[in-house]
């Protein structure tokens, strides 16, 4: 099968239109077309379906999208690994991660995997922005994050980071420790999409005033409740140390996130140790999260 193929496929879902998708690949339109033709019938299934609102995989294409994304990641691999072999150079082992992660926890099981295997060299992209390309155009071999992250790939999960309200200190509750989350509604939301707040609370806000700030950045957050701007709700690893004027609240009831590892297809024979590795240290990585949070 050619790669060209699954490629232009993975393009047109990406983009969701056959259009932006030859923009990508430069070349025109009517080659898009074909080019998925010919796959449908290499295939012999429909894989995406176009409508006036664009393209997007059809029920046979969903079920299918995992073994394409692995065949086009195999192959992305294939050439990478040969140009690798052909340079004469040693590939690093490529981890893309949650910048509250990469913050925490991560230094630590680097240095401990390093004492085990002192000759691995890294490549560590911090974020959580653009990793379905990455992990698609086999430019990582694994993410860390939260499990709602990507599609596809074998995912592992390592520990519950639960929620935490932040709130300014002249708002609170006086004497409170918990509070509700119907109560906590009630506020004004600084609603933060990149860490699914709002996805994971069981209420929605109350007030019409909330807003949304689409930052991986905690300290934009905890600045702007500390400013007495709103109320928002932060993982347990974005919390550090905070500010006199904001006080921090547990959740009732508690909502949580599921941190973990997503594999690359056929990653390299490292990046499988570095995962048992990150798998037997789990419990203790989240023992020593608990033990961080500053209340």
């Known amino acids: 099968m050619d790669d060209r193929k699954l490629e232009t496929l993975l393009a047109a879902v990406r983009t969701g239109s056959f259009s932006k998708a030859a923009d990508e690949l430069i070349c025109t339109q009517s080659a898009v077309t074909q080019i998925m033709n010919s796959l449908e019938s290499e295939l012999g299934v429909k894989l995406v379906e176009r409508s006036h609102s ?57 240095t401990g995997f390093e004492k ?33 992250l990507l599609k596809g790939f074998r995912w592992y999960p390592l520990m ?25 509604a009630e506020y004004r939301w600084i609603i933060a999409p990149l860490n699914e707040m709002a996805k994971n609370l069981d209420v929605e806000p109350k007030n019409k005033d909330s807003m949304t700030v689409v930052t991986d950045d905690d300290s934009t957050l905890i600045n702007m409740v500390a400013k007495g701007m709103g109320v928002t709700a932060v993982p347990k690893l974005f919390i550090n140390e905070l500010p006199e004027e904001v006080v921090m609240l547990g959740l009732d009831p508690v909502p949580t996130r599921t941190l973990g590892i997503f594999m690359a297809h056929r990653p390299p024979e490292v990046a499988e140790r570095f995962r048992d590795h990150l798998l037997r240290h789990a419990a203790a990585i989240s023992q020593k999260t608990a033990a961080n949070v500053k209340k």
């Open 116 to 148: 085990e295997e002192p000759d691995v060299r890294y490549d560590i992209r911090v974020g959580s922005i653009g990793f379905e390309d990455m992990m698609m155009n086999g430019e990582i071999d694994m993410v860390l994050g939260t499990s709602s």
């Open 160 to 184: 519950e980071d639960p929620y935490y309200a932040l709130m300014p200190k002249d708002m609170a509750p006086e004497g409170a420790t918990v509070i509700s989350q119907e109560d906590f």
């Open 54 to 110: 664009g393209v997007r995989l059809s029920d046979a294409g969903e079920e299918l999208l995992p073994y394409i994304v692995e065949a086009e990641s195999a192959l992305a691999r294939l050439r990478e690994e040969a140009k690798i072999v052909a340079e004469g150079a040693v590939r690093p082992l490529r981890i893309a991660s949650f910048s509250s992660i990469a913050n925490t926890w991560l230094p630590d099981i680097l």
